[in-house]
């Protein structure tokens, strides 16, 4: 076990980029990177698309969150959280003090991202509809939760980690 914090943890909606800004910054900071959706479904053998048909969201959401607490505290690297890990009490507990990453898209860019196909199970009916109602829900949560803010929208990842790595250190 790690006693260092992340480097940086990102938060954001689907579509913002987590994963693909996640994995540069790693890579620019010579740390590892981990997305705790990845985990989720090396520890499980399954998508999270069939966890939230076989076993529904209540199930996910506690293996979420106790993925989460796991990576928070094995520490070290940049982790990327999924998109609804932050509505857990717990998580949001658990991510004071660290530096956390608001990734922020508009819903054109999200859209151009994650084609809103059937595998975001939250978006898989009405999916523009779908991002907006839950982006409307989650916006106050990722703005508390986060200690930084970064606009990936109309942005290359290479763009975003650049402003991500000046929002880190701003010396």
Known sequence: ??????????????????????????????????????????????SISDIFVDDGE???????RETVLAALQEGGGVLALGGGAVLDADVQAALSGHRVVFLDVSIADASKRVGFDGSRPL?????RASWTRMMKARRPVYEAVGSHRVDTAGRTPAEVVDDVLAELDPS
């Open 58 to 64: 209540a199930a996910f959401r506690v293996i979420e």
């Open 123 to 127: 978006l898989a009916v009405n999916p």
């Open 1 to 46: 076990m790690s006693t260092q914090a992340p480097h940086a943890v990102l938060i954001g909606p689907p579509g913002a980029g987590k994963s693909t800004v996640g994995a540069l910054l790693a890579d620019r900071l010579g740390t590892g990177f981990r997305d705790t959706d990845d985990l989720i479904v090396q520890a499980q053998g399954r």
